[in-house]
């Protein structure tokens, strides 16, 4: 087939299968194109163009552009991650794999945003097409910022720290901090797994284990002093 008679074999293909695909994959989240085996782009769906609107983006990513040459654009502005997608795409239209997943920053002048762009080969017996789909992972990024900065200050905090599992049996210690160690001498791989009572030794009776045990049950928090042993 030539580039044209070819083009219109994928959107002949797309076509048998409508209106049900289509408007399946306009109703995905996800920006979603499909490639011909030169890395044109031959259809995108709704989300895919109405990102383009919003980020003011030109011809160059709508159906009849090159996406490998969109993504040696990108290179030439100084963009690693495009250099590595536009090698997954070819090894996906190549044969040589059947999906290539990467995690990319796509930041415009007012949002800091990632995306995960996977590439998969198009299930049709005709000519190699891939079909690549970017999807905004911002929020799941920001929050793992948000307990790696958490995690941070937990770590840092002077305060002995002990994270227990009310879930398990026995209330097992999950995490313990620095501090926690300095404080009493073990190390965490001497707590992970067991429960706090282990720090009273023998002095099981005292009254704010008690306090402790009921706010437990209670699911609220409390305030007790105890008498712990290193």
Known sequence: MDGVSDRRYV????????????????SLSANIVVLDESGTIVFVNRAWREFARANAADGNVAEDANYLQVCESAVELGSKEAAAFAQGIRSVLSGQREEFALEYPCHSPTEQRWFVGRVTRFPSGGPARAVVAHENVTERKRAEEALRLRDMAIAASSNGIVI?????????????????????????QEVLGRNCRFLQGTDREQPALEVLRTALQEGRGCQAVLRNYK
Request: hydrophobic residues 25%.
């Open 11 to 26: 959107e002949r293909t797309l076509c048998e299968s409508e209106p049900f695909a289509r408007s399946v994959l306009d």
């Open 164 to 188: 227990t599992d009310p879930s398990q049996s026995d209330n097992p210690i999950t995490y313990v901090n620095p501090a926690f160690e300095r404080m009493t001498g073990y190390s965490a």
